[in-house]
């Protein structure tokens, strides 16, 4: 049907039938963490029972099967993506990883003292510190675009920052501290016409949104797939192929190589010179039925449907007396980052817990992006395809209680 049956996808998450301290799970952490719908449970299950093995060496049947499993989830997250070729999908351990990645191949190749790393005031940390690093090592200089008290880019600040000596420009397509959505194919258009390279941090894009790195036109976009119902330690990092193929290796090993001696080594193909021994293969193949399921659910009635849970949250938030929501961009997806008059985000966190409401609370590894809103944490409620507005008022419930015992 054409309506969004959220009681139905409700039943594919097992883990949402639990308890916990006596009421009903009511599962807001995804931006953390996403639950596993059945379907990647027992892909999983199948594999370590039916197929286990290493893949691309042996020539027996179960290290077949496993590297046919393993080269199928290539193709599946190609297609999740719409990237141009298989040589472009390099499976990597999470977002983390991705970004790493690229900072130490593509980074350190190709700073000097001088350039400049441009990134925004609402960074995660993995999409920070990555950078001081590489600049420290190269001597080139990192750069922050800032954003309003709504929690957007200061588009003119953008522009402004954006010139000569920009190399690399990355940013998160959403912020998992605010839910903000950048304006991400102008920020690419920008960078690109003074020939800097992207990367763009799709940790808490690829559970909410259609992502296509051809239209983009990105040159590095990279996600982790626990947040997006697959196992962690799993996640993908797409590059252009022309840059990819000038990167040297990030790290040496098996698999990375076509043949070694002592004196000269020569490197495998894409993108097998980037997946430096045992592959991430369970990871990749859960990753792959995830990966499904979201395109069976679909990726444009999942944005639908959590816009409009969004926007009743908010709503419900703003009716409570001395809550202040942190980030109130115009555009946003999944995330309500908030604090209260009456209480400290532990103390809500606590209590809301004993509800048996998970929310998130703390900094949310983007400390500089508190210290912008003057506020030491927030609480953080974050949505997935099967919340529902009895998970909103569950914790609407929680806070009303917070109220209660501290005011
Ligand atoms: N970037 C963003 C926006 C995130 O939300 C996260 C996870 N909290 C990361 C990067 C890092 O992802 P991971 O820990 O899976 O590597």
Known sequence: GTTYDVARIREDFPILRREVNGHPLVYLDNAASAQKPQVVIDTLDEYYREHNANVHRGLHTLSEEATTAYEEGREVSRRFINAGSLEEVIFVRGTTEGINLVAQSYGRTHLQRGDEVLITYMEHHSNIVPWQIVCEQTGATLKVCPIDEHGQLVWESFEALVGARTKIVAFAHIS????????????????????????????????????????????????????????????????????????????????????????????????????????????????????????????????????????????????????????????????????????????????????????????????????????????????????????????????????????
């Not at 950048?182 to 259609?210: F, S, Y």
């Not at 209590?351 to 609370?361: N, P």
């Not at 506020?375 to 419930?397: F, G």
Request: glycine share 10%; proline share 5%.
């Open 176 to 407: 998992n501290a605010l839910g903000t959505i950048n304006p991400v194919r102008r920020m690419v258009e920008k960078a690109h016409e003074v020939g800097a390279v992207t990367v763009i941090d799709g940790a808490q894009a690829a559970p909410h949104l259609r992502i296509d790195v051809q239209a983009l036109d990105c040159d590095f976009y990279t996600f982790s797939g626990h947040k997006m119902f697959a196992p962690t330690g799993v996640g993908v990092l797409y590059g252009k192929k022309h840059l990819l193929e000038a990167m040297p290796p990030w790290q040496g090993g098996g698999d990375m190589i076509k043949t070694v001696s002592f004196e000269r080594t020569v490197y495998n193909a894409l993108p097998y010179k980037f997946e430096a021994g045992t592959p991430i293969i369970a990871g990749v193949i859960g990753m792959a039925a995830a990966m499904r399921y979201l395109e069976e659910v679909g990726l444009d009635r999942i944005a639908a449907y959590e816009a409009e849970l969004l926007e009743y949250g908010t709503r419900r938030l703003q009716e409570i007396p001395g809550l202040r929501l942190i980030g109130t961009a115009s555009q946003k997806a999944g995330v309500l980052s908030f604090v209260m008059d009456v209480a400290h985000p532990h103390d809500i966190g606590t209590i809301l817990s004993h509800e048996g409401v998970a929310v998130r609370t703390g900094h949310h590894c983007a400390q500089p992006l508190m210290d912008f809103f003057q506020v030491p944490a927030t609480v953080r409620a974050s949505l997935a395809l099967y919340n529902d507005r009895d998970d909103l008022d569950a914790l609407v419930r929680g806070l009303e209680k917070v109220r209660r015992l501290f005011a």
